[in-house]
């Protein structure tokens, strides 16, 4: 979803096993800051970092049973 100039990517594994599911961002152009919400390893603390493409624009979010994620691109 785009709002303004950002995009938000979000993601649900709601499964009891881990999965990891490979996006195509191409849609995001060359923005630079990309910041990436998951929950720690005991699900207790949202932690924040950087998020990186590779050249093609594309990436593996690995997403643990019953969790997810948020992706903001600017």
């Known amino acids: 979803r785009r709002s303004g100039k950002k995009w938000y990517v ?3 594994n ?3 096993t881990e999965k990891s ?3 195509n961002f191409s849609f995001a ?3 630079e800051s990309k910041t990436i ?3 720690d390893s005991n699900n207790t603390t ?3 970092s950087s998020f ?3 050249k093609n624009k594309h990436a593996k979010i690995a997403l643990k049973q019953n969790d997810g994620f948020v992706l903001v691109i600017e």
Do not use: K, V
């Open 21 to 23: 599911i490979d996006i």
């Open 10 to 12: 979000a993601g649900i």
């Open 29 to 31: 152009g060359n923005r």
């Open 52 to 54: 990186l493409f590779n």
């Open 37 to 39: 919400y998951q929950m």
């Open 46 to 48: 949202i932690n924040t």
């Open 14 to 16: 709601a499964d009891s």
